[in-house]
Nanobody, 120 residues
Framework: QVRLVESGGGLVQPGGSLRLSCGTSGFTFSTYAMSWYRQAPGKERELVAT????????NYADSVKGRFTISRDNGKNTVYLQMNSLKPEDTAVYFC?????????????WGQGTQVTVSS
């Protein structure tokens, strides 16, 4: 059974930092790309960052480039999101996600999310 569990969210002041973690199980973590999404109140869920499985190449939304860093530890089956220079507009529920190839096609899995609030 595929399982994704986020942690590390909380309340932080503008300019501060947080490190989110997403522990996984139930699939061969090292062979799948991983992504972080976020959803702010009243807004659609948006892609924040992605890291590939093989080379570990990364891509970021323009709004977080230069401030956020996605990384992975294949030995711990965990993906991270280091968030620096946080802004109030970064306030959202953050989700990790992966697309798993199954017999009937590709299925997207989500964690339960972790709340990040940036406020003074």
């Amino acid at each position: 059974q595929v399982r994704l569990v986020e942690s590390g969210g909380g309340l932080v002041q503008p300019g501060g930092s947080l490190r989110l973690s997403c522990g996984t199980s139930g699939f061969t973590f090292s062979t799948y790309a991983m992504s972080w999404y976020r959803q702010a109140p009243g807004k659609e869920r948006e892609l924040v960052a992605t890291i590939t499985s093989a080379s570990g190449s990364t891509n970021y939304a323009d709004s977080v480039k230069g401030r956020f860093t996605i990384s992975r530890d294949n030995g711990k089956n965990t993906v991270y999101l280091q968030m620096n220079s946080l802004k109030p507009e970064d306030t959202a529920v953050y989700f990790c996600s992966t697309d798993i190839v199954a017999s009937l096609g590709i299925r997207r899995y989500w964690g339960q999310g972790t709340q990040v609030t940036v406020s003074s």
